[in-house]
């Protein structure tokens, strides 16, 4: 019966070698790197205990032949490998440990010896995953660095809370609370900004000088934070990604003493959440 099921998933592992020989680019560790899947996927010992792990070590490779296939750069490929490198060893390091126990259940007179190299297995998988997780936290802070260099395209600024662009007065109609062509364009950047980092979302925030009423100040900055909310989910943002919030003529940026400071005063400010979408409190 184990014959059976393993001659398909030679068959799986030719096709898959075969379409990863039909990619335009490829770098020597990508290379390496289908070589170890196929090895491990021949591997009866992954194929009965360590399945979980080799379908993720397949989904890893799968995001590095993609990389390859879309002919990036030859050190993207190569992060992408590297991650796929060690899933795949993880899985070889699963499937020897759980054959090890497989085999104490069967042969009882083995267990000191067998819980011995199990420790040792244990240790040696516990460096593969810290491998792994710093490999994940360098992927995740390049993407942050790629989202900062977007955003300083746009003047967004750092701050505490995250990334913020403003969008002056100027975009909007004078009163109004409908973006004109410029805080259009503006919103189209943001959105495809957006499109790009998939795990962001956004917090919008609106703000008033104090020429009249605290009321129409307060209802003025509501409705332009979410005219600029309207604008981004029109271009394909999800709604769940998006947070509003006006705060009419409070948290100015300058006096309101002239013309140009209450101009200052009148903006809507967008802040960038954390890769967790988190965005902090004002």
Avoid: W
């Avoid at 068959?11 to 770098?27: F, H, I, N």
């Avoid at 379908?55 to 002919?71: I, Y």
């Avoid at 516990?126 to 989202?147: F, G, N, P, V």
């Avoid at 956004?202 to 000088?209: H, K, N, R, S, T």
């Amino acid at each position: 019966m184990k014959k059976s099921v393993f001659i398909p998933g030679l068959l799986a592992v030719a096709a898959l070698v075969s379409a990863c020989s039909s990619m335009p680019s490829s770098t020597s560790l990508l290379e390496q790197t289908r070589v170890d899947y196929a090895v491990a996927r021949s591997n009866q010992n992954v194929a009965i205990y360590a399945q979980p792990e080799m379908n993720r070590a397949a989904e890893a490779l799968g995001h590095a032949n993609e990389a390859a296939n879309k002919n990036r750069s030859g050190e993207k490929i190569d992060e992408l490998a590297y991650i796929a490198k060690q899933k795949i060893a993880l899985a070889q390091e699963v499937g020897r440990q759980k054959s090890a126990e497989a085999e104490v259940a069967n042969a009882g007179h083995e267990r000191d010896r067998i819980r011995l190299e199990q420790r040792t297995n244990e240790a040696d998988k516990a460096k593969l995953d810290a491998q792994i997780a710093r490999s994940e936290t360098t992927e995740a802070q390049a993407r942050a660095d790629r989202l900062e260099a977007q955003l300083a395209d746009m003047s967004a600024r750092k701050t505490k809370r995250g990334m913020v662009i403003t969008l002056s007065d100027v975009l909007f109609g004078t009163d109004l609370a409908r973006l004109n062509q410029d805080g259009m364009r503006t919103a189209k950047k943001l959105a495809d900004v957006l499109q790009q980092n998939p795990q962001r979302t956004v917090l919008i925030e609106g703000f008033a000088d104090s020429t009249g009423s605290a009321s129409h100040n307060q209802a003025l900055s509501d409705r332009r934070a979410m005219a600029v909310s309207n604008a981004l989910q029109e271009m394909g943002v999800a709604r769940e990604r998006i947070t509003t919030r006006g705060y009419g003529e409070s948290h100015p940026v300058a006096a309101n003493d002239t013309d140009q400071n209450r101009q200052l005063n009148r903006r809507v400010e967008i802040i960038f959440s954390d890769a967790y979408g988190k965005v902090l409190a004002r």
